[in-house]
């Protein structure tokens, strides 16, 4: 089912409560979805990596840990409910966000920074916090391939083919 679908049945489950809806982050990674909507593969590894991190959590106790009622997993994330009287409040994070924030947190400590910050999301952090999958040894060897101190001038990413001679080219100077 996608979120969509899981988050009309909780509301069709639930026709005495109030129900408040939140996509995680969707707005703040928005501009970073677009610089790499043309790299299918690259979205389809965010993706990978949130559902590998996902999966590798103990789903029942985290929820517990992160103060959710329940979860349900959609084929674009995880939706996280919580119950305040009268009212559930669903949190949807989708895979793709969280691999974003997973990549994120892991570039600083490779010296790697992007020309962005994302939000403190604690419940984002702390799901990180959980995980048990590793995403800096694959990061680290992804990332040698590519020639870092040319990836770092973001001043010429706008530039044709830059960014792409960049990734291609690990010798390329700046």
Same mark, same amino acid.
């Given at each position: ?13 639930? =026709? ?12 703040? &990674? ?24 996902? /999966? !590798?959590?103990?789903? #029942? ?5 992160? +103060? /959710? ?5 959609? *084929? ?8 305040? +009287? ?7 994070? #989708? ?19 992007? =020309?962005?910050?994302? =939000? ?11 995980? !048990?999958?590793?995403?800096? +040894? =694959?990061?680290? *060897?992804?990332?040698? &391939? ?15 083919? /830059? ?8 010798? *390329?100077?700046?």
């Amino acid at each position: 089912m996608n979120a969509d679908e899981i988050i009309e049945g909780i509301k069709n489950d639930n =026709p005495d409560k109030n129900v408040k809806v939140n996509v995680m982050n969707s707005n703040v &990674t928005a501009k970073f979805k677009d610089a790499v909507v043309a790299n299918k593969e690259f979205v389809k590894a965010l993706i990978f990596i949130g559902k590998n991190i996902i /999966y !590798s959590i103990s789903l #029942p106790d985290c929820i517990k840990k992160l +103060g /959710y009622d329940w979860f349900e997993l959609s *084929q674009e994330g995880l939706i996280l409910v919580k119950k305040f +009287g009268n009212t559930l409040k669903i949190d949807c994070i #989708p895979f793709d966000v969280l691999g974003i924030f997973a990549i994120h947190k892991h570039l600083g400590s490779l010296g790697f920074k992007m =020309p962005f910050k994302l =939000p403190n999301l604690k419940v984002i952090t702390n799901l990180l916090g959980f995980a !048990s999958i590793d995403i800096l +040894g =694959p990061l680290k *060897q992804i990332l040698n &391939t590519f020639n870092l101190d040319c990836m770092k001038d973001f001043s010429k990413w706008k530039e044709a083919d /830059y960014v792409i001679n960049c990734l291609k080219n690990k010798n *390329q100077g700046n």
